[in-house]
């Protein structure tokens, strides 16, 4: 089993519409959870940051983590064509001097107008 | 802010030769990360470095790659000889130091190895 499994899509939405971007993982020891844009011929950037279970709100983007279920999730609310990019969660141990991310392989996301 | 600047943005080159990545991370960043990006394999970490110093290349698939920090203000990666599933796109990334930061990706670059 992979470390962090991640649905490559491609997803294909309209404007507005609500989208649920998703992750699951087997190392328990993951502490950090990340959401990285990555826009094509672009490098990701980060754009959501969680630390251990819970939720975190950025204005139309939410981030959860159910450490319980080793999932974690995404959602881009009103979603606009700017959206479109390729979207990767990234993890790591909270492990002192570790600064090794895992990346899942990314979900490709397409907001039509 | 200039940002993680990475070049050449392309190059092709003849299975063989020798190919050389550059990195000029962001200034002040304490870390600097090289990952390789494939459809296949997503984004793995080849090597980081804190301060300069390699602190682990793990990920270094082969005895072909190596890569050097002279000073805090650039790296190379470098394979030699490259081979044709070399091609990828590599990516540098640069981070301040300190319980967790985020990743600062350079724009990357793509490789064909014929």
């Known amino acids: 089993q992979k470390e962090v499994e991640q649905d490559p899509g491609p997803l294909s939405v309209p404007e507005g519409a609500i989208v649920s971007l998703n992750c699951t993982y087997s190392?328990?020891?993951?502490?950090?959870f990340m959401w990285y844009r990555q826009y094509s011929r672009k490098g990701p950037e980060l754009l959501m940051y969680t630390y251990s279970s819970g939720n975190k709100e950025d204005g139309r983007f939410t981030a959860q983590v159910d450490k319980s279920s080793k999932y974690i999730s995404l959602f881009i609310r009103d979603s606009q064509p700017s959206d479109s990019a390729t979207y990767l969660c990234?993890?790591?141990?909270?492990?002192?001097?570790?600064?090794?991310?895992?990346f899942g392989k990314g979900t490709l996301l397409t907001v039509n107008p | 802010d200039a940002g993680v600047i990475q070049s050449p943005r392309h190059e092709v080159t003849e299975m063989g030769q020798e190919v050389t990545l550059r990195c000029k991370p962001i200034s002040g960043h304490d870390y600097l990360f090289w990952y390789r990006q494939t459809m296949m394999r997503g984004l793995e970490l080849l090597i980081y470095f804190n301060n300069n110093v390699p602190i682990d290349d793990s990920g270094m698939p082969e005895d072909r790659f190596s890569a050097k920090m002279p000073n805090a203000s650039f790296s190379t990666l470098k394979i030699q000889p490259s081979e044709p599933r070399d091609s990828a796109v590599y990516f540098c990334?640069?981070?301040?130091?300190?319980?967790?930061?985020?990743?600062?990706f350079g724009n990357g670059t793509r490789l064909t190895v014929t």
């Open positions: 190392n328990s020891a993951f502490q950090y």
């Open positions: 990334a640069s981070s301040l130091e300190g319980g967790w930061r985020p990743l600062h």
């Open positions: 990234a993890m790591k141990n909270s492990g002192g001097s570790n600064y090794k991310l895992t």
